[in-house]
């Protein structure tokens, strides 16, 4: 899944997202490091996340940015932590990554056009923010279960 998301990237990088580009180099980095550089993660402590003010104030930048166009440092900064900090209560606060948040409010952008409008699948994978159909297919129908298609024509009956 992550491969195809990247050969997508490297496809089209002009439509590659801020916040999909960080992430992906985040963990690329991570990975050096704790595999080829002897690094150790420091054990997981289990406090703390986003305060209710971080958590209000980064939805909304990340609501206002659903293309992906805001980068996990501008994300961090507002929440006055560091990159890794943010990232990790961010993940805890939420249970996924600043990433997966966003396509998966994205998704439901998404199924909300399917059910109530008339637009093509085409469409809504524009105004949706992916690369292209094939793109908003494939995430669709490994995230719903369903391809677009189908999954509209269950929900209109």
Known sequence: MLGSAILTAFD???QASLIFVDHVLTAAAIHMLTTYCGVKQKAAVRQGGLAPWQQRRVKEMLEAN???DISLQVL???CRLSVRHFTRAFAQTNG?????WVVARRL???KDLLENSRMSIEEIAHITSFANQSHFTRTFTQSVGESPAAWRRIKRG
Not at 96 to 100: E, G, L, M, R
Request: glycine content about 6%; overall charge neutral; proline content about 12%.
């Open 66 to 68: 659903l293309k992906g």
């Open 108 to 110: 439901e952008r998404a």
């Open 76 to 78: 961090a900064d507002a």
């Open 96 to 100: 996924v990554s600043p990433y997966k």
């Open 12 to 14: 089209c990088p002009e």
